[in-house]
């Protein structure tokens, strides 16, 4: 005589956000509403209810799920009952250890209303956690396309904006905090860092970014934190590619769908729109900014007090290492004293000529030269801007520039196929589920799709990949372009001036010909290198 069975019942209910947003009639009211009508109809008896509202079904760290689980090592309920297994969760290998290993060790029994537990539950658990994939590509995808168009997904506004009352996806100035944000580029520009700028900030009683927010909406900040500047904050604005008026979206995101937790994301994969918004800062004062940036090399003094014009750009073309500048003092025959400022090899200077010759270059010779050099280009320029672009960028792309047109055109194709593909799939498993086709039609035709999908997201990573090879190419060589040709009539050269343009000067040791010395540079520009291979002249 088989043994009679004491039913200790716990419910288990759970609601996710998606279930809402599909429409599905599956509310928390709805199944414990079904699921005690079903215990009192069998005459069981009903220990708790455990419900997670506004849960994934790939979050197995639900509290209510967790309090359960418990219940059941305790002996406190000997029975689950759910509606179907999508609520106990979309992790088909999680699941499937849950009903098949972790509850019959426990003498616990798992009863799905609307399923039965047979040979099929590996399938059903694997379908639902295709489901909550499907759902997080989509909603991804959403993301992206949004991203793309241009619009602003962030909750809070960038310190500096606010989010237009008529569109919260459009970024306007805030009038009130913007000047703030050009003082912090103006002090960056002077020379200070972003510390000395933070603490001159808090001098100032400057109110930050945090406490400026909770001010606009009149609530008080609910944070501990220090309502003071620091320097991280300074940087982050500093860095800040939105107060140029461009927008940067998908520096972060989830590991997958199963792991909800936040990484960083490599730069190729971020998304970034240009103009989609009024800049706060130029472009002028963004890139002198940012040359002081990139550059972490610090010239030593001189013993007046100043700094040698070059100092840090120059480069041995032999050795590599740093030119060293020095001052030579000389008196005229008037008394009055002359200086003659010139740069060596660093090498030559600290192990003599055995170690590398001397690569010796006069001060005003260099002017003269990189002066020269500036201006040729800023005029061929605006001679033939079209051509003189195209050839750069050609150069530093690893692409031809006229495959761009044909990727382009090919990845809209790739998209758009995806997103068809992505609805045939979805109708499938509405079929599915309502019974219109059979089981073993819905399988090779989801093997099918999902297969051609696999192809084309692959042939999207390819195409993306060439096209951020071209891009860079492109905007950095205009960049260079729109910068250079403002100096087309340059006739005194700065500090601030060649930090701007230039990343490195190389200088080749002087030869002489028909008994006059001549020494070679190499002029290196930010954003685009050495231009002379790649401009026939």
């Known amino acids: 005589m088989a043994k009679y069975k004491e039913y200790k019942v716990g419910i288990y209910a759970r609601l996710s956000k998606e279930d809402t947003r599909s429409g599905e009639s599956v509310s928390i ?69 849950l009903a098949e290993v972790f509850l019959p ?53 960038p310190f500096g ?22 003082r912090i580029f103006q002090m960056r520009l002077s020379g200070l860092g972003f510390r000395a700028i933070a603490i001159q900030l808090n001098e100032d009683e400057v109110i930050c970014p945090r406490e400026y927010y909770y001010q606009q909406k009149g609530s008080k900040n609910p944070l501990r934190s220090r309502k003071i500047w620091g320097e991280t904050t300074v940087k982050d604005i500093i860095k800040n590619e939105v107060y140029l008026g461009h927008l940067v979206s998908g520096k972060t995101g989830t590991v997958s769908y199963k792991n909800q937790k936040l990484v960083k994301k490599d730069a190729e994969d971020w998304v970034r729109v240009e103009n989609t918004h009024t800049p706060i800062v130029d472009c002028e ?71 590398c010759t001397c690569h010796g270059i006069g001060e005003k010779a260099l002017v003269e030269l990189v002066t020269e050099h500036i201006r040729k280009y800023a005029l061929m320029l605006t001679l033939d801007e079209t051509r003189i672009i195209k050839s750069i960028a050609s150069q530093r792309s690893s692409a031809t520039l006229s495959y ?92 601030e001036t060649l930090l701007l343009l230039i990343d490195k000067i190389i200088v080749n040791e002087a030869k002489v010909v028909d008994g006059k010395r001549i020494c070679d540079i190499q002029v290196v520009y930010n954003y685009v290198g050495d231009v002379d291979g790649a401009v026939a002249v």
């Open 29 to 97: 009211e709805n199944q414990k509403l079904l699921l005690t009508k079903h215990v009192d109809e069998m005459g069981w008896e009903l220990r708790d209810i455990y419900q997670d509202d506004g849960f994934s079904g790939t979050n197995q760290n639900r509290p209510e799920f967790q309090r359960m689980i418990a219940d059941v090592k305790s002996g406190f309920i000997n029975t689950i009952l759910i509606k179907d297994l999508s609520r106990l969760g979309r992790n088909y290998l999680e699941v499937g250890n």
């Open 105 to 157: 060790e426990h003498g616990c029994e798992l009863i799905s209303l609307n399923e039965k537990l047979d040979d099929m539950m590996v399938f059903r658990n694997w379908f639902n956690e295709q489901h909550s994939k499907t759902t997080s590509l989509k909603v991804r995808s959403a993301k992206r396309i949004s991203a793309q168009s241009g619009k602003f997904l962030g909750p809070f506004a």
């Open 161 to 182: 904006y606010q989010k237009d009352p008529q569109n919260r996806h459009k970024l306007v100035v805030d009038e009130n905090a913007a000047p703030i944000v050009r």
């Open 285 to 355: 004062t963004w890139n002198r900014v940012h040359s002081y940036v990139h550059r972490n090399y610090k010239p030593r003094k001189r013993r007046d007090g100043g700094t040698n014009l070059f100092a840090g750009l120059l480069y041995c073309a032999d050795c590599g290492f740093r030119l060293r500048g020095h001052v030579e003092r000389r008196e005229r025959r008037d008394g009055s004293e002359y200086r003659y400022s010139s740069y060596m090899c660093g090498t030559y200077g600290n192990n003599g000529k055995k170690a």
């Open 404 to 495: 761009q047109g044909a990727y382009e055109s090919e990845l809209a194709s790739h998209r758009k196929q995806l997103e068809k593909l992505d609805f045939l799939i979805e109708n499938l498993c509405a079929d599915k589920a309502s019974g219109v086709i059979p089981e073993s039609l819905f399988k090779r035709q989801i093997l099918r799709h999902e297969q051609e999908r696999g192809e084309r997201s692959e042939a999207v990573l390819l195409l993306e990949k060439r096209l951020k090879e071209i891009k860079p190419a492109i905007e950095e060589t205009d960049i260079w372009g729109r910068l250079i040709k403002r100096y087309a009539e340059i006739d005194t050269l700065d500090k």
